[in-house]
């Protein structure tokens, strides 16, 4: 059995996949009992499913987010003041022996890392949200700065920003905390896709920076060999969810002024 029929059964059998079958066979039974509205409708979202869960669509529309970002071609920063990484990168969790669960983001811990380090930056500056311990509410930045010492990490000063609820708030405390550093030369750290939104809402407050890009969903995929599948998968529909998100956020960021 080849490995595309094998990885084609396997997707049969996951949710994405199930549904497409069954509104394609839904479909087909439909416009042979002469039924075209409803076959119609079935064929129509089964294409669409196609579409986003089997091509490459949702991998080209993030690419456009991350191509003005993309590091091949350009030579990486020599110098910092300061390293600032926006947050989403994990989770709190109890049953880890670092109470850290990473996620696809997690790259962007490694790129700020690297970049503390190559470029001599003495500061790290670290975005994020909130988890809650004990019945109170903490920063999940202090999450890494643990993991940071306890493995002795060349991060310099490490800087918490606190509890954030957006990009916004991060960019807000960055810009206090420069002026109160005298930093001038600052990196921010984020996903590709999200660069662009993050670097008009740190201008949008006076502070100039260099967006530098810790992961390239779209553009990797958008490279792979294989264009289409067989059978959707939910990988595509993961792609369109980072997209839909980061337009309504611009035009939300817009909305509010913030951009």
């Not at 119609?40 to 979202?45: C, K, N, Q, S």
């Not at 999450?143 to 060349?154: E, G, M, Q, V």
Request: charged residues 20%.
């Amino acid at each position: 059995m080849s490995a595309l029929l094998y990885e084609s059964l396997c997707a049969l059998l996951d949710p994405i996949g199930l549904i497409w079958a069954v509104l394609l066979v839904l479909a087909i039974w439909q416009l042979c009992k002469g039924r075209r509205g409803v076959g119609l409708v079935a064929l129509l979202l089964a294409a669409f499913i196609y579409l986003i869960g089997a091509t490459s669509f949702p991998a080209w529309l993030l690419a456009g987010l991350e191509r003005p970002y993309d590091p091949l071609g350009h030579s990486p920063p020599k110098q910092a003041d300061a390293v600032v990484m926006l947050g989403g990168t994990h989770t709190f969790t109890q049953r880890s022996p670092l109470r850290i669960g990473v996620g696809e983001a997690a790259d962007r811990i490694l790129a700020a890392v690297e970049l503390v380090r190559t470029t001599h930056a003495p500061a790290l500056v670290l975005g994020g949200s909130k988890y809650e311990y004990q019945g109170q509410l903490r920063p999940d930045s202090e999450l890494l700065a643990a993991w940071f010492r306890a493995w002795n990490l060349p991060t310099g000063e490490v800087h918490l920003l606190g509890i954030c609820a957006n990009t916004h708030e991060e960019a807000e405390r960055t810009v206090q905390l420069a002026k109160s550093k005298g930093w001038k030369r600052i990196l921010v750290v984020s996903s590709g896709y999200h660069l662009r939104r993050a670097e008009a809402t740190f201008h949008k407050l006076g502070l100039e920076i260099t967006p530098v890009g810790a992961e390239f969903l779209g553009l990797d995929a958008g490279g792979s060999e294989q264009r289409f599948l067989l059978v959707p998968q939910e990988r595509g529909f993961q792609l369109m969810n980072f997209w839909v998100h980061e337009q309504i956020g611009w035009y939300y960021y817009r909305w509010k002024g913030w951009i």
